[in-house]
């Protein structure tokens, strides 16, 4: 529920930071003209109820003047913007649009409760939002102008370091770094011969007349079940091509002859198409793993096991042999984090799924685990061995275990620094004028009011 309230929170924003909805009879009055942009007050009024939504407590007043602050500032950007003639292209904001619109129309539950939410039509809601998306790129494009040069070295850091009381140092959760064997159970012919036929006698029911919608909920391996096997509108880039090729080339109202994905066996059904973008329902069946399948894939990691316990088998070399675990085997086994702007490899326990936690929270550095089954990160089984290759205990933060965190926070308060003397002289320079009605607001204080 959190979830599906925020999305639309996060929708509602953008949309009714552009236009007025339908029936709307504010009058477009100016609040204020920043270089050569302008803030109507309709502008103000919606970002006002917009917040007033999620913070119901809050005085209006201060509402109003938080909302007016953060246009005055996002139109500053956009006036730098039109000076320095900087270009948003359609690339940057229609995989943005896309996948905002497809996210929201699943939490909302249809497009028709999204256009009751906002009281507009997809085709206005589409719009608005791709109005606010290229607002958005053309800001971030000149902020980032503002920091790209921006660097800081060992000795920033240590003086930010040294600017924080030690008593306000963070306790840093204890973190691990873990390696990893991991081995697929075999799709052995047999396997995989009973999902399909699974999938052939749910296709024949829903040929008969039965509804493909009921029968993915009772049958669907995939999260996807629980909204009778509907998946939302996806752009064909977004989807495993086998899918994406099956799904694209269905005609209205037919339901795909059998689909194999790295995730299992697919019947594919399409509910609509809106351009680029395709919204079907699956049902997913995995083939079934035998138990002679098991025992044989445990005793092979038990084996893998015994040799590198023996030091006959070093663990990376064994990794990079035999684990089909891809991002962790050219590493040697070792787990680096998908965060493309991180890239470490070290982990609180909290981050690791329930298998994995259960299993290391009680090893030592350098032990390594006993083979044990779980799913991957596509819900296939799989079966793992692991290993404790550091241990950073929970800690006080200091300079040598957190080097990075005070790294990056040095870097953002330099950051917001640069943007703070650059918002100073760029309103000093810009012509600015404010409706006498929002003058009350103190923020004005700090040099608006000219």
Same mark, same amino acid.
Request: a neutral charge; proline letters at 3%; glycine letters at 4%.
């Given at each position: 529920?959190?979830?599906?309230?925020?999305?639309?929170?996060?929708?509602?924003?953008?949309?009714?930071?552009?236009?007025?909805?339908?029936?709307?009879?504010?009058?477009?009055?100016?609040?204020?003209?920043?270089?050569?942009?302008?803030?109507?007050?309709?502008?103000?009024?919606?970002?006002?109820?917009?917040?007033?939504?999620?913070?119901?407590?809050?005085?209006?007043?201060?509402?109003?003047?938080?909302?007016?602050?953060?246009?005055?500032?996002?139109?500053?950007?956009?006036?730098?913007?039109?000076?320095?003639?900087?270009?948003?292209?359609?690339?940057?904001?229609?995989?943005?649009?896309?996948?905002?619109?497809?996210?929201?129309?699943?939490?909302?539950?249809?497009?028709?409760?999204?256009?009751?939410?906002?009281?507009?039509?997809?085709?206005?809601?589409?719009?608005?939002?791709?109005?606010?998306?290229?607002?958005?790129?053309?800001?971030?494009?000149?902020?980032?102008?503002?920091?790209?040069?921006?660097?800081?070295?060992?000795?920033?850091?240590?003086?930010?370091? *040294?600017?924080?009381?030690?008593?306000?140092?963070?306790?840093?959760?204890?973190?691990?770094?873990?390696?990893?064997?991991?081995?697929?159970?075999?799709?052995?012919?047999?396997?995989?011969?009973?999902?399909?036929?699974?999938?052939?006698?749910?296709?024949?029911?829903?040929?008969?007349?039965?509804?493909?919608?009921?029968?993915?909920?009772?049958?669907?391996?995939?999260?996807?079940?629980?909204?009778?096997?509907?998946?939302?509108?996806?752009?064909?880039?977004?989807?495993?091509?086998?899918?994406?090729?099956?799904?694209?080339?269905?005609?209205?109202?037919?339901?795909?002859?059998?689909?194999?994905?790295?995730?299992?066996?697919?019947?594919?059904?399409?509910?609509?198409?809106?351009?680029?973008?395709?919204?079907?329902?699956?049902?997913?069946?995995?083939?079934?793993?035998?138990?002679?399948?098991?025992?044989?894939? #445990?005793?092979?990691?038990?084996?893998?096991?015994?040799?590198?316990?023996?030091?006959?088998?070093?663990?990376?070399?064994?990794?990079?042999?035999?684990?089909?675990?891809?991002?962790?085997?050219?590493?040697?086994?070792? #787990?680096?984090?998908?965060?493309?702007?991180?890239?470490?490899?070290?982990?609180?326990?909290?981050?690791?799924?329930?298998? #994995?936690?259960?299993?290391?929270?009680?090893?030592?550095?350098?032990?390594?685990?006993?083979?044990?089954?779980?799913?991957?990160?596509?819900?296939?089984?799989?079966?793992?061995?692991?290993?404790?290759?550091?241990?950073?205990?929970?800690?006080?933060? *200091?300079?040598?275990?957190?080097?990075?965190?005070?790294?990056?926070?040095?870097? #953002?308060?330099?950051?917001?620094?640069?943007?703070?003397?650059?918002?100073?002289?760029?309103?000093?320079?810009?012509?600015?004028?404010?409706?006498?009605?929002?003058?009350?607001?103190?923020?004005?204080?700090?040099?608006?009011?000219?």
């Amino acid at each position: 529920m959190k979830r599906k309230i925020t999305a639309l929170a996060v929708l509602a924003g953008l949309v009714l930071c552009v236009l007025p909805a339908k029936g709307q009879t504010l009058v477009e009055s100016v609040a204020a003209i920043v270089g050569n942009e302008v803030i109507y007050l309709s502008d103000i009024e919606n970002s006002t109820m917009d917040a007033k939504r999620n913070n119901p407590r809050a005085r209006l007043e201060d509402l109003r003047c938080n909302a007016f602050q953060e246009l005055l500032i996002s139109k500053l950007f956009l006036d730098q913007a039109r000076i320095d003639s900087v270009i948003v292209t359609d690339d940057m904001v229609e995989a943005d649009l896309n996948m905002q619109i497809n996210e929201t129309i699943r939490q909302a539950g249809s497009e028709e409760a999204l256009e009751k939410y906002f009281n507009k039509s997809m085709v206005e809601i589409r719009r608005d939002i791709r109005k606010a998306l290229v607002e958005s790129h053309t800001i971030s494009e000149v902020q980032s102008t503002i920091t790209s040069d921006m660097k800081i070295t060992p000795n920033d850091v240590r003086r930010y370091f *040294n600017t924080i009381p030690r008593d306000s140092l963070p306790v840093i959760p204890a973190r691990v770094q873990i390696s990893l064997i991991q081995l697929d159970p075999p799709r052995s012919e047999e396997n995989k011969s009973e999902a399909r036929q699974k999938l052939l006698d749910i296709r024949s029911q829903i040929l008969a007349g039965k509804s493909f919608s009921v029968l993915a909920i009772q049958n669907s391996e995939d999260g996807s079940y629980i909204n009778g096997g509907e998946i939302g509108y996806k752009l064909k880039g977004e989807l495993e091509k086998p899918y994406a090729d099956a799904a694209w080339s269905l005609a209205p109202n037919t339901v795909s002859r059998i689909v194999e994905t790295k995730y299992g066996f697919h019947i594919i059904q399409i509910i609509d198409k809106k351009g680029d973008l395709l919204n079907t329902r699956h049902i997913l069946i995995r083939p079934k793993i035998q138990p002679g399948d098991a025992e044989e894939a #445990m005793g092979r990691l038990d084996s893998l096991a015994r040799l590198i316990r023996k030091d006959s088998l070093k663990f990376e070399n064994a990794a990079m042999r035999f684990s089909s675990h891809q991002d962790s085997r050219i590493n040697g086994g070792k #787990m680096v984090s998908m965060n493309p702007s991180e890239r470490i490899n070290w982990f609180s326990l909290d981050e690791l799924d329930r298998d #994995m936690y259960m299993v290391v929270r009680d090893m030592k550095v350098g032990e390594i685990s006993e083979p044990y089954q779980t799913l991957d990160e596509i819900g296939n089984i799989v079966f793992r061995l692991v290993r404790i290759d550091d241990e950073i205990p929970a800690h006080r933060a *200091n300079l040598k275990d957190d080097y990075q965190f005070f790294y990056n926070a040095a870097l #953002m308060k330099e950051r917001q620094a640069s943007y703070q003397k650059w918002l100073t002289e760029k309103i000093e320079t810009t012509y600015i004028k404010i409706s006498e009605e929002f003058k009350s607001c103190k923020f004005l204080e700090s040099g608006w009011l000219k």
